[in-house]
């Protein structure tokens, strides 16, 4: 007589990158990340809120909680600027960057060697003859868009 032996394996790995152990965790509590920089546009926490909680909710199966998460985020956006990054022949600026950064504590309350404090920063550039108001809303979704990936690599892509 032969015995087949069948085991399943409880860690999920999807094609974004994140290996999350369902079965020990369940939860994520994600806080509102409040802007700390001296320079604000008024819709860029809205914006990067959203996108951060959105993430998790389309790329994981975790339950976003308020309190109690099994993984917690908190942070808040500590730089939001721009600066010449080029001189045109001229001596004028022809190019500009927008750069942001955001300050994120990570705690995973089933694996504390996980824990970190750590910064984010993307940065985006514009032709300086562009008024900042023409391109703001968009560079800052990309921004976003990057920061929030990096994050959730950071948390929950353990490769």
Not at 28 to 55: C, H, T
Not at 108 to 119: A, L
Not at 139 to 145: A, D, G, I, Y
Request: charged share 25%.
């Amino acid at each position: 007589m032969m015995a087949i032996l069948v085991t399943a394996c409880s860690v999920s790995y999807k094609f974004n990158g994140a290996s999350i152990d369902y079965t020990k965790t369940k939860t994520i509590q994600i806080a509102n990340f409040p802007i700390r920089s001296n320079y604000v546009w008024g819709p860029m926490g809205p914006i990067f809120n959203n996108e951060l909680k959105d993430l998790f909710g389309r790329s994981t199966k975790l339950i976003q909680v308020k309190r109690n998460g099994d993984l917690k985020l908190e942070g808040e956006i500590t730089r939001y600027d721009q600066r010449n990054k080029s001189v045109s022949a001229e001596g004028y600026s022809a190019l500009t960057e927008l750069s942001m950064t955001v300050n994120v504590r990570f705690t995973n309350t089933k694996n504390h060697e996980e824990d970190f404090e750590q910064q984010f920063t993307a940065h985006k550039e514009f032709n300086s003859k562009l008024s900042l108001n023409s391109v703001q809303e968009d560079l800052v979704n990309q921004m976003v868009k990057d920061i929030c990936d990096q994050i959730f690599n950071a948390c929950v892509a353990n490769w």
